[in-house]
């Protein structure tokens, strides 16, 4: 339904980046690496985020080869000292991954084989996540010393509880397919050949909702945790206003 040639418009930071129509397709493209990621990668991460084509409502993550991405590329490890201005360089590195939760689109990981340290962080960035039935999530930073600080550590509570969260961070454990699915982590469970076409079909359902109301959904669901049911109910009023008033001017 998206037919036409995908303009192509980067291939840095060992990342492609595909827009085709309202899809946009952001390949992780180090396979030989397992996809580790740079800093060089999480910059573009936020220039992709920051030119991203107004009409786009899908994003999808994938990484290419055996695994969705073994995280930091370890040669990183150690280049970040004490002496410089850490808390900056880090909220740099986070934009990479803040803007996949945008109201004005839904991301969707396709996910493969090892999801890493930041590759799983990769992962809870996105709204969705489709995985395979040999998929391996694992937060290793406390096994390393360090914190999840790739704003991973958020969705991972919202998604699967504290308890659960403690349990897989604080013992950098694997958490395979079918637990990944019963928690909550993963939406849908497929087989590697069939992954592509789970995360187009669900594309497609997603684009078949009104673009606007879908904005406002998002904004809505995004926003419940922090509200009571009082404030949650005068926002859907407020959303519902906005949507009644741009239906009857037929926008
Ligand atoms: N950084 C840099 N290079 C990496 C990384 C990484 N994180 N992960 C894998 N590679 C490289 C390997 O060094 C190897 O390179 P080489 O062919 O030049 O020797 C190549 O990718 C393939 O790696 P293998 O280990 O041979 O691949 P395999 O499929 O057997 O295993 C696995 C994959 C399990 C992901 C393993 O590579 C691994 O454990 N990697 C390290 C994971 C890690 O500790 N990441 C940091 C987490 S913490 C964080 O992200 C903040």
Redesign the pocket.
């Known amino acids: 339904m998206h037919g036409g040639n995908p303009e192509n418009i980067a291939n840095t930071g060992g990342l492609r980046f595909e827009v085709d129509g309202e899809i946009a397709t952001i390949t992780l493209d180090r396979p030989?690496?397992?996809n580790?990621?740079t800093f060089a990668l999480w910059s573009e991460l936020t220039r992709i985020g920051e030119n991203l084509p107004e009409q786009v409502r899908v994003v999808v993550v994938r990484g290419e080869g055996?695994?969705f991405s073994?995280?930091?590329?370890?040669?990183m490890f150690g280049t970040l000292t004490a002496g410089t201005n850490l808390d900056d360089q880090i909220a740099e590195f986070q934009r990479g991954f803040l803007w996949l939760r945008r109201p004005e689109i839904v991301s969707v990981a396709a996910v493969q084989g090892?999801a890493?340290?930041?590759?799983f962080q990769l992962a809870l960035s996105c709204d969705l996540r489709i995985v395979t039935d040999d998929v391996k999530f694992c937060m290793?930073?406390p096994a390393?010393g360090?914190v999840?600080d790739?704003t991973g550590t958020k969705p991972l509570v919202e998604l699967v509880g504290l308890a659960k969260a403690i349990d897989i961070c604080l013992t950098a454990r694997v958490v395979q397919a079918e637990e990944a699915l019963r928690i909550g982590l993963a939406e849908r469970v497929v087989s590697r050949e069939d992954l592509a076409q789970a995360v187009k079909e669900k594309a497609a359902e997603l684009l078949a909702v009104n673009r606007d109301a879908a904005i406002a959904t998002k904004r809505l669901l995004q926003g419940a945790r922090g509200r009571s049911l009082e404030e949650q109910s005068a926002a859907e009023r407020a959303e519902q206003v906005l949507r009644i008033r741009a239906m009857s001017s037929g926008s």
């Open positions: 030989e690496k397992r580790a990621q055996p695994s073994a995280g930091i590329d370890l040669a090892h890493i340290g930041a590759g290793k930073e390393l360090l999840p790739l």
